[in-house]
């Protein structure tokens, strides 16, 4: 979604906060290049690592090859890319959105461009248009236009009114997987202090380029209903997997009226489903594609409209079985009823490290913010995001020790954020990341859009605070502590690495999960018994002020955990989440 209309979506707090500057600013002639356009987007070149592609929304829109070798001048290459005068765009302004840089054998195939003011996907070269053949058309882009007919509710402050059709608009982002081209779709009916949503769609397209003339098709089924409303970006995940980032409902109220629940859903297109919802939070995680750690164990992806930053484990998704169900149809969210699932599609919460209650946040201040970007360093210890609200870039560590052994993504494993002032002063938006070596964050260099879309270069210092690696601070490293979140013993009853004073489930206190743990609890949900140790009844990870309590679902969790139907339960409890 073009990050200057998500601001009309946003309020903004403005912060008079100075802080210590940690990134260097040189002379404007090198560390400054004018666009002039509005809603500039920044992605680095896929293969060539001191080259990026500025993308202006309006204002002569289209994409600019740039220059961004260390030490020498910010500078256009004189590759450029025009948006395509037969885009069907009359009476519109294209208002490009998101870009997506797809490499080929090392080398730059082409690039996908969303149009979300005229709902097109277009593709480009580096020095010029890309036609294609399109339902058996020659065209320079295709259109994303369509009506879906079926039973769906809106999103809308005042209810869930039903609804049996729905317009497709604001083609937020697209993303190719394979040989799927995914567009998320984020079907905006009503904008402003009351906002209404339609159903989020993922609509699939083939793609076969083996000829001289890529061959686009409408896939089998064509679109994917997501979990909750605005999708608002999609990324490509390792394993074939695409990540589609649910940003939820926006309000420009001062202070807001309403903001909705958002959410990441795990989808497989070659299987053309969800096969995961990952509920996040209630902070409108942001537009942008989330940023990947480098050895594709984390994900971090920011807030429209807090000054939040949210992580989640991405290990491992692949495994995870395909359900049989209607990609079409319309599920409940993992915000609303059984927490454990919305619908056939699991709702995997103990897979956030970091947010609900304990999001990363900025100054150590749960502010009202609009967190515009974030990607990580190329060392993938340390992640930088560019917050809008207060004017700076945020800086957090990130501790990839050990990362194949138990429990290593903890909260503890993210050093305290630092903010760092915008030597500009003025708000920061899409950025990236120019790795000048693989050693961290000293040497590393940020690249930013402003407002007015002027480019801005930083060095990064590297003066990031380090993990502590010790979440509950008993002496002994997280990755190597058999009950990292509680003081403890080394006590481990029955040798499956969960030490017994975080053994959850383990109601009877001695260290192991058993039947009788499920009997003691079943007898104790029906007033027939007390327990032993009922601060380990909540297996199923909700928290005091969720509906932490002991009830039927940590019944229903720990039978199917004895059952090996679910692995995870010792990491569910309430401890386990930051």
């Known amino acids: 979604m073009n990050w200057l209309r998500l601001l009309l979506c946003c309020w903004l707090v403005f912060s008079d906060a100075a802080f210590a500057l940690g990134i260097s600013q040189g002379p404007p002639s090198v560390d400054t290049l004018p666009f002039v356009c509005s809603a500039p987007v920044i992605e680095l070149h896929p293969t060539a690592p001191d080259l990026a592609f500025g993308l202006c929304a309006n204002n002569g829109p289209g994409t600019s090859e740039i220059t961004i070798e260390p030490g020498e001048i910010l500078d256009f290459t004189g590759t450029f890319y025009d948006f395509p005068a037969d ?23 082409r690039g996908w461009l969303t149009a979300s003011g005229c709902d097109r996907v277009i593709p480009f070269q580096p020095a010029g248009s890309e036609t294609i053949l399109f339902e058996g058309n020659s065209q320079t882009s295709f259109s994303t236009e369509g009506t879906i007919a079926g039973d769906y509710f809106q999103y809308s402050s005042g209810g869930e009114p039903a609804i049996s059709s729905f317009d497709l608009n604001f083609t937020s982002d697209v993303v190719r997987v394979g040989n799927r081209i995914l567009v998320t779709m984020s079907n905006i009916a009503a904008a402003g202090s009351n906002p209404v949503m339609n159903p989020g769609v993922v609509l699939l397209f083939d793609i076969d380029d083996s000829g001289a003339t890529p061959l686009v098709s409408t896939a089998a089924p064509a679109f994917i209903v997501t979990s909750d409303p605005n999708p608002t970006a999609v990324t490509a995940l390792p394993g074939g997997l695409a990540a589609v980032t649910n940003t939820g409902l926006h309000d420009v109220g001062v202070p807001p009226l309403l903001t909705g629940a958002g959410s990441i859903d795990v989808i497989d297109p070659v299987a053309a489903t969800v096969i995961a919802s990952i509920p996040i939070s209630d902070g409108n995680p942001g537009s942008r594609k989330l940023a990947l750690d480098p050895t594709g164990s984390v994900a971090v992806v920011g807030s429209n409209t807090f000054k939040h930053l ?24 993992c915000h609303v009823g059984d927490p454990s699932s919305s619908g056939p599609v699991p709702c995997l919460r103990e897979r956030v490290i970091r947010g609900f209650v ?21 060392s993938g210890d340390f992640v930088v995001a560019t917050s809008f609200n207060d004017l700076s870039l945020v800086t957090v560590a990130f501790d990839t020790r050990n990362l194949d052994v138990l429990h290593p993504l903890l909260a503890s494993r993210f050093g305290a954020p630092e903010s760092l002032a915008v030597p500009s002063g003025l708000q920061p938006g899409p950025m990236v990341i120019h790795g000048n070596s693989a050693s961290g964050a000293a040497g590393s260099d940020v690249l930013w859009f402003d407002l007015v879309g002027t480019l801005h270069r930083g060095t990064l210092s ?17 990755a190597l502590d058999l009950c990292p979140w509680v003081t403890n013993s080394a006590l481990d009853a029955d040798a499956d690495g969960i030490g017994n004073d975080c053994q959850c489930g383990d109601v009877e206190g001695d260290g192991s999960l058993q039947a009788s743990d499920a009997d003691q609890l079943q007898g104790f949900l029906a007033g027939a018994n007390l327990l032993i140790a009922p601060e380990k009844c909540n297996v199923h990870g909700l928290k ?35």
Request: aromatic fraction near 6%; include cysteine.
């Open 87 to 109: 885009a069907s765009c009359t009476g519109a302004s294209p208002n490009l959105g998101n870009m997506w840089l797809e490499p080929s054998g090392g080398s730059f195939k």
């Open 310 to 333: 949210y992580a989640i484990d991405i290990r491992g998704l692949g495994d995870l079985p395909r359900p049989s169900m209607d990609p079409t149809l319309q599920r409940p969210s």
């Open 358 to 378: 304990s999001p990363i946040a900025p100054n150590g201040v749960a502010a009202n913010g609009f967190i515009v970007d974030l990607r990580f360093g190329l």
């Open 462 to 478: 590297g003066s990031l605070a380090s993990p502590t690696g010790d979440a509950d601070g008993d002496g002994t490293e997280d």
């Open 544 to 578: 005091d002020g969720e509906g932490g309590t002991c009830d039927i679902l940590d019944w229903v969790y720990l039978r199917r955990r004895l059952a090996n139907q679910l692995t995870s339960v010792q990491q569910r409890c309430a401890a386990a989440l930051p």
